[in-house]
Nanobody
Framework: QLQLVESGGGLVQPGGSLRLSCAAS????????IGWFRQAPGKEREGVSC????????NYADSVKGRFTISRDNAENTVYLQMNSLKPEDTAIYYC???????????????????WGKGTLVTVSS
């Protein structure tokens, strides 16, 4: 089985923090760049962050830069998204996805992601 499973979502107040996890099974995560995407109610899905297979390259959407940190632990076959200083506009279903890419410049292009998790809901509200 090839699966990605997100966890760690929930309800948090503005300014709070959550850590999302993306655990892979059935394949070795080392071969893949991993991206986090989100879809807010009534909105299109958008990219949030991406990390290269080695962890040496990361990128972030402007809206989360400085607040979110992506990391990976290939020994545990898991990628994380630490989310700090959360805002109501961060409310969304968060998805992780795996991308078997050839270059870091082309990683985490949404239509070309190979595997997707089912998502975890993050709600930021007071």
């Amino acid at each position: 089985q090839l699966q990605l499973v997100e966890s760690g979502g929930g309800l948090v107040q503005p300014g709070g923090s959550l850590r999302l996890s993306c655990a892979a099974s059935g394949f070795t995560l080392d071969y893949y760049a991993i991206g986090w995407f989100r879809q807010a109610p009534g909105k299109e899905r958008e990219g949030v962050s991406c990390i290269s297979r080695s962890g040496g390259t990361t990128n972030y959407a402007d809206s989360v830069k400085g607040r979110f940190t992506i990391s990976r632990d290939n020994a545990e076959n898991t990628v994380y998204l630490q989310m700090n200083s959360l805002k109501p506009e961060d409310t969304a279903i968060y998805y992780c996805a795996a991308d078997k890419i050839t270059t870091v410049q082309a990683m985490c292009v949404m239509p070309y992601m190979d595997y997707w998790g089912k998502g975890t809901l993050v709600t930021v509200s007071s």
